[in-house]
């Protein structure tokens, strides 16, 4: 959960250059489409309620998902 933490602080960091802030979001998209089991429901939770809107819709994604299974 630190890690992701830490990925939250640099998406919302308006001084980190906005390349990187895309980067990371990019993955984080990446990571729950294409390997959702890497993440617990916890943070899947957690993502779903983050500002940025393309992080939020993939995490609705995967918590769809797992109700559904």
């Known amino acids: ?3 992701l933490e830490a990925l ?3 998406v919302n960091d308006e001084a980190a250059p906005q ?3 895309d980067h990371v979001v ?3 998209q990446f990571a729950l489409r294409n390997y959702p089991d890497y993440f617990t429901t916890k943070e899947v939770q ?3 309620q983050w500002d940025d ?3 939020p819709i993939a ?3 995967v918590l769809g998902a ?3 299974a």
């Open 66 to 68: 797992i109700k559904t």
């Open 1 to 3: 959960m630190s890690t």
């Open 8 to 10: 939250h602080a640099i």
């Open 46 to 48: 957690w993502l779903a």
């Open 59 to 61: 995490a609705a994604k």
């Open 26 to 28: 990019d993955s984080l």
């Open 53 to 55: 809107t393309r992080i």
């Open 19 to 21: 390349i990187i802030r």
